[in-house]
C-alpha cells in the first residue's frame, strides 16, 4: 500500500474553482461539507484514480494526494493540476489587458487549467454538446463502466464514490458498438463518439502529432472528427494540448464578450480573434473568469 503524499503552502490553486468550473467531468465531491475550507474529491483521470484532500496550511494550502508516491505526484498529478504554472504571473497579465476582471479574480483566485488525457476529453466535449454537467458526468461514467478497466476495490484507500472504472482507451472504445454507446445515454452524439475513437485507436488522430501543430491546423485537424465544431475544439487545445491561447465560445461566452466588448451582434470567429489579441496566449484562462463575470452580472441571460 502507498503512504500519502502531501504537498504544502500552494499558492492560487482551489480544488473546487478548478474541478466544477466545466472543464473535466469524471470526479465527485465526497468531503460533508462542515468543514470550513477543506474540500476532499474523488477523480479519475491519466489512467489512475485519485482521493485528494485540501485544507488551509499557513502560506497557502495543503494538499494530500493520497496513496501516492513522489514519482507519481512528480510525473502525472503535478502536471495534471498544472502546478508548475506561475498564476500569480498570469492573473496579472489578464488584469493588465482588462482591470475590469480585477474584481473576479480575486474572489476566484483558484482557478487552473487542467492538463487533461487527450482522449478522454475529446470524447467528453463530444457528449457535452446540449448536455448539463451532471448529464455529462453521468454519460462519461456510464461509457466508463461499459469498456474501461475495472477498478480493484482493494487498492485504494479513501476513494468514497461508485467509480468502478477508468475511461476506456481508444481500442476499448472502439471496439464496441453504436447501439452499446447510445445505450450509455449518449443520444445523437453516439456515431461522432465511435468515429473519434476509431480515428484515434487507428492512429489517424493523435496528441503528438496536434501538439506539434499550429493552434489553427490543430483545430482543424480536431475539426475533421464528426460532430467536432470549433467549440469542441478548442475545449480540447485547451483542457489537454496546452493551447492557452484557445479561446472557447459558445452561446454564453458570445453574449458576454458582446456586451462587454462589441456591443453589437459579432460572429464567434471574430469574438474568438479579438480576445487572443486582448489577451494573447493566456486568452483561454482569461476566458474562465470572463465567464464568471457573465455570470455574476447576469449578462446575456
Not at 81 to 109: H, V, W
Not at 213 to 239: F, H, I, Q, W
Request: hydrophobic share 35%.
Amino acid at each position: 500500500m502507498k503512504k500519502d503524499y502531501v504537498v504544502d503552502d500552494v499558492k492560487d490553486f482551489h480544488l473546487k474553482e478548478i474541478l466544477e468550473c466545466g472543464q473535466c467531468f469524471h470526479f465527485s465531491r465526497t468531503d460533508s461539507g462542515e468543514i470550513p475550507d477543506k474540500y476532499e474529491y474523488d477523480i479519475v483521470a491519466c489512467g489512475r484514480f485519485l482521493h485528494i484532500m485540501e485544507e488551509p496550511s499557513v502560506n497557502g494550502i495543503k494538499l494530500t494526494f493520497y496513496d501516492t508516491d513522489e514519482w507519481e505526484y512528480e510525473h502525472i498529478w503535478k502536471h495534471y493540476f498544472d502546478l508548475e504554472s506561475d498564476y500569480g504571473n498570469i492573473k496579472k497579465r489578464i488584469i493588465d489587458a482588462d482591470p475590469r476582471l480585477e474584481k473576479i479574480i480575486s474572489e476566484n483566485p483558484g482557478i487552473r487549467i487542467l492538463n487533461q488525457e487527450f482522449f478522454e476529453c475529446l470524447i467528453s466535449f463530444i457528449i457535452s454538446q446540449n448536455k448539463q454537467i451532471p448529464q455529462i458526468k453521468q454519460v462519461v461514467r456510464n461509457i466508463s463502466t461499459l469498456c474501461g478497466d475495472k477498478r480493484a476495490a482493494d487498492t485504494i484507500r479513501f476513494f468514497n464514490s461508485d467509480f468502478d472504472a477508468l475511461f476506456p482507451r481508444p481500442d476499448q472504445l472502439a471496439a464496441v458498438t453504436e447501439d452499446d454507446i447510445r445505450g450509455c445515454k449518449a443520444g445523437f452524439r453516439a456515431p461522432y463518439i465511435m468515429d473519434a475513437a476509431r480515428r484515434v485507436a487507428s492512429g489517424e488522430l493523435s496528441a503528438k502529432e496536434l501538439k506539434h501543430l499550429p493552434t489553427d491546423e490543430a483545430r482543424k485537424k480536431l475539426m475533421s472528427v464528426k460532430g467536432v465544431g470549433e467549440k469542441v475544439a478548442n475545449c480540447v487545445l485547451l483542457y489537454s494540448l496546452g493551447r492557452t491561447d484557445a479561446f472557447p465560445v459558445d452561446v454564453w461566452m458570445k453574449r458576454v464578450c458582446e456586451e462587454m466588448y462589441f456591443h453589437k451582434d459579432t460572429p464567434k470567429d471574430v469574438i474568438e480573434k479579438e480576445m487572443c489579441k486582448l489577451f494573447g496566449n493566456v486568452a483561454g484562462i482569461a476566458q474562465q473568469y470572463l465567464f464568471i463575470y457573465g455570470k455574476d452580472r447576469k449578462i446575456g441571460a
